[in-house]
């Protein structure tokens, strides 16, 4: 080889490796960013009560995770503070139902919305807060009330995992995040059921155990 081509070659090999670095480096990136993302709703209804919804707003506060309440509006009642606190914590304040009477709710779509419509209320005075998203009480379809709401803009959030606080009867702590991981399992993104009413105290027992599952499975936590 001739001299003068040696310093062109050496270019070349250079301009080689730089190419080959770059190309890694682009086919690392996608491999990170593209990953599936995982996320999870924690949803707690039938609050607030004094000491449960208390107790689970400090696990929440204290592991930096949002989440979203739907509310009974005749158990606000001498539980402001508690309502205000969830809203002034980042929470998401959602309508489930005045009354949690299912004779009266489910008497007629309008005398659901009504229902709503008085839960609703019950939020904006205490909070100053226009709730936008409505949970079913008891769950389940409902199509004609679900138009209704619809129309006055709720968005309507269902749920995909439990865990069993309202279907296992008198469930531990480890029950009830068993139950969690089970019925979450393949469901993206994981919309989580949990009650934050009195009786649920096994429930703010779980939830430590909860967030640090899901959260050491790469999941992000997520308010409506
Ligand atoms: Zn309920």
Known sequence: MQRRYIPALVMFVALLMLLAGLSAKMTAVPAVSFAAEKEIYLTFDDGPSTSVTERILDILKGEDVKATFFIVGERVRGREKTLRRIAAEGHTLGVHSETHVYSQIYSSAEALVRDADACAETIRTVTGIHPRVYRFPGGGKHPAS?????????????????????EIAGASADVLFSTAVETAKGKQPVILLCHDSATHRKTAEALPRIIEYFRGEGYTFSAF
């Open 146 to 166: 679900a138009s209704l709401l619809r129309r006055k803009g709720y968005r309507i959030v269902s749920w995909n995992a439990v865990c069993g606080d309202e």
